[in-house]
């Protein structure tokens, strides 16, 4: 389990029960969810929470850097609670499920100095792409 909710309240975020179900829903390992997708499951929980709010406290948890947006293949941006440890993704060509990989080796280092351009390079981003075994037996 990812610990969300209680990285949010050590950042003494004010924990209201709008902003409590947000972080429920998207607590947990290999979670990349929509906003549509967090509404749809907070409304499960809380049938009055709008999707203002579900948005807006997405935005407030990515301004904190606890929650990463996350987009892949010009598809709707994803929500991911795995912000503190360093991750690359794993994504189904056919279902689009996605999840968390960490390559062995450093991504900034394997750029070799005549690549580089004279940049001071602060991130690497890598997406590897496959069939997931559902949809490889298919
Ligand atoms: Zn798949
Ligand atoms: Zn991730």
Redesign the pocket.
Known sequence: MSDLLERLRGRGWRMTSQRRVVAEVLDGEHV?LTADEVHARAVARLPEISRATVYNTLGEMVSLGEV?E?STDGRAKRY?P?ARHA?Q?LICSGCGS?R?VHPQGDLIAALPAAERFGYVISAAEVTYRGLCPSCSQA
Do not use: A, P
């Open positions: 990349h990463l996350v991911d795995n991750h993704h996605i968390d």
